[in-house]
């Protein structure tokens, strides 16, 4: 019903900046909020920032100052600043929407794109 796709993924390098973008289709009525996560080789999925329906935006502490999340209509975007080796990995966009279900529309239903691969290298 949503498909998010991630685009942008590639090398860098160490200290340098990079945007990612997340676009999301399908027969979305509103969005519940929108997120960016991360997983490094070996490590587990972990949230990077967030931002609300309303636009309201939240980091997590390791990335505060140097990451940006905005959104555009259905388009989500992560700007990278000053990467770091250990910020290599897999990134993934995640979304609560409200779809059509049956005719009516769903409550948030949370939804994920398949990853962009950042690559930062010293």
């Known amino acids: 019903q949503v498909q998010l796709a991630e685009s942008g993924g590639g090398s860098v390098q160490a200290g340098g900046s990079h945007r990612l973008s997340c676009r999301a289709s399908?027969?979305?009525?509103?969005?519940?909020?929108m997120s960016w996560y991360r997983q490094a080789p070996g490590k587990e999925r972990e949230l990077v920032g967030n931002?609300?329906?309303?636009?309201h935006t939240t980091d997590v502490d390791s990335v505060k100052g140097r990451f940006t999340i905005s959104r555009n209509q259905n388009t989500l975007y992560l700007l990278m600043h000053v990467l770091n080796t250990e910020e290599t990995g897999m990134y993934y966009c995640?979304?609560?929407?409200?779809?059509?279900?049956?005719?009516?529309?769903?409550?948030?239903?949370?939804?994920w794109g398949q990853g962009t691969q950042v690559t930062v290298s010293s």
């Open positions: 399908g027969h979305i009525f509103s969005f519940c909020g």
């Open positions: 931002i609300t329906k309303e636009g």
């Open positions: 995640a979304a609560g929407a409200r779809v059509s279900v049956g005719g009516r529309w769903s409550s948030c239903r949370a939804y």
